[in-house]
């Protein structure tokens, strides 16, 4: 199981030590470092940042969001990133949900959400084979675009950049379990959001199912701290805003995988305390017990114990969201 460093995006502002903390990933022997956005801080800038900096470990967006690009602009950004870096780069996609996608970027969230996840993966893998223009038909991308709302004189192209890689990895975040079959189908990847080894049945996952060499890359928070309680407060705080605040109560992804994970009364709870504007109330209303399950929290010997777990099912590289060079040491440690 290889390690990747998980950053995530930023708050207020630029986060200070990230670039320090994927040079040391590095030096430790980490396989990957990944960045994200939200409605913010955008995933390829601080990725370049870190390219420019580091000279071996390959470089993730975990998770880029569809509907800020079109799909032949997120195939520039990767195919230009990956020359930089060497052929580094790995691009990962989400598709988020319809606050962010409606309430962001001003787009119709897609009433099929498989197609259009399916039609956007089409075009990228169009533009990184360069076998000849892109063209694709599809009802939510359409390559020349053929609308009766255009002028009709579009045209077929592919890149004049030539892509480094054709083969340059795609992986997908998909929580539902239709998602997660299709991810099995049409990417190199996946990128769980949540996840518990004791609990893989909840994303319909099949270990017969998945083709060799795909990747499965869960994001877990991992510090090494005595006191368990005060540990996993900042996961708490990270599922009661998901879970509370990224969706409407009617559609959220997140409270609902939280629900099949056998913690539904606890998400709808959240749900209502953060809707109420009682946000400290709904971090305290997640279980410590499924904010312990999805990380790996507390004493050395306790992180030990429970990496074996994680070590025993389906995941090929666990993306820690670490506070302290000195818990990604311990992490190096123990798995690598």
């Known amino acids: 199981m290889r390690l990747g460093l998980a950053l995530g995006y930023w708050g207020r502002g630029p986060t200070p030590g990230h670039l320090d903390l994927a040079r040391e990933a590095e ?42 690009r079109s799909p032949t602009a997120t195939a520039m ?38 197609t259009a996840t399916r039609e956007y993966v089409e075009v990228i893998r169009q533009v990184l084979r360069r076998e000849g223009p892109v063209a694709l038909a599809g009802r939510f991308h359409s390559h020349p675009y053929r609308g009766a709302d255009g002028t009709g004189l579009g045209r077929a192209l592919k890149p004049i950049t030539h892509p480094l890689r054709a083969g340059l990895p795609l992986l997908l975040g998909a929580e539902g379990p239709k998602n997660v079959a299709q991810t099995l189908e049409i990417a190199d990847g996946w990128l769980p959001l949540y996840w518990s080894p004791r609990r893989t049945d909840a994303y319909g996952l099949s270990p017969a199912a998945v083709p060799a060499g ?9 510090q090494v701290c005595d006191d368990l309680a005060e540990g996993l407060l900042p996961v708490k705080a990270m599922l009661g805003f998901y879970i509370g605040g990224m969706g409407h109560a009617t559609r959220n992804f997140h409270a609902d995988l939280m629900a099949r994970m056998g913690y539904e009364e606890a998400a709808r709870r959240v749900q209502r ?3 109420e504007g009682r946000r400290n ?52 440690e123990l798995a690598l």
């Open 27 to 68: 030096r430790l022997g980490y396989a990957s470092v990944w960045t994200a956005e939200a409605w913010g801080s955008d995933a390829f800038t601080p990725l370049t940042w870190i390219a420019a900096h580091t000279s071996r470990i390959r470089l993730g967006t975990a998770v880029a969001q569809m509907a800020a």
């Open 77 to 114: 950004q990767a195919l230009t990133l990956d020359h930089l870096s060497g052929g580094r780069m790995m691009l990962g996609l989400g598709l988020s949900g319809p606050q962010v996608v409606e309430g962001w970027y001003g787009r119709p969230f897609p009433r099929s959400p498989l």
């Open 214 to 222: 795909f990747v499965i890359a869960p994001l877990v928070r991992a």
């Open 273 to 275: 305390l953060f809707a």
């Open 281 to 332: 109330e709904a971090v305290q209303a997640v279980p410590d017990a499924f904010a312990d399950e999805i990380s790996l929290v507390g004493p050395r010997e306790r992180i030990a114990e429970r990496l074996a777990l994680w070590r025993a099912g389906p995941v090929t590289d666990l993306l820690v969201t670490a506070p302290d060079p000195a818990t990604l040491r311990t992490l190096a």
